[in-house]
């Protein structure tokens, strides 16, 4: 069965494969929409400018949590936890107790 991918990821896909091939500047909104196959319309109405759209491929591309997510790792959450924590210590005029730091499979660092 062939996977049907939503407009969004199909913008997405097609700015990305543009700014690879041609750069950034040189990558047009128009040949983006018809890469994937919508009306250039579409692409304005899903992100507004081609710098959003830019925007938008780097922030898929280098998702961390999707990665942590691969090696069912919940580091995140428990990262914004310890943030939280130490910018309220802060604010309140203490000082941010030291957290312990988690470890990582050595398998996550491997591409690395």
């Excluded at 919508?38 to 898929?60: A, D, M, P, Q, Y």
């Excluded at 130490?86 to 996550?108: C, H, S």
Aim: contains cysteine.
């Amino acid at each position: 069965m062939v996977e049907v991918k939503d407009t969004r990821t199909r913008l997405l896909d097609a700015a990305l494969s543009l700014f690879y091939e041609q750069g950034y500047h040189a990558a047009t909104t128009k040949a983006m929409a018809e890469r994937a196959g919508v009306n250039e319309v579409t692409l304005f109405r899903h992100f507004g400018s081609k710098e959003n759209v830019f925007c938008s491929v780097i922030e898929r591309e280098t998702d961390i949590t999707r990665e942590l997510e691969e090696f069912d790792l919940e580091l995140v959450p428990d990262y914004v936890t310890r943030h939280d924590r130490a910018e309220e210590a802060t604010r309140a005029g203490r000082r941010p107790e030291p957290q312990p730091a988690r470890r990582v499979p050595a398998q996550y660092w491997a591409d690395y």
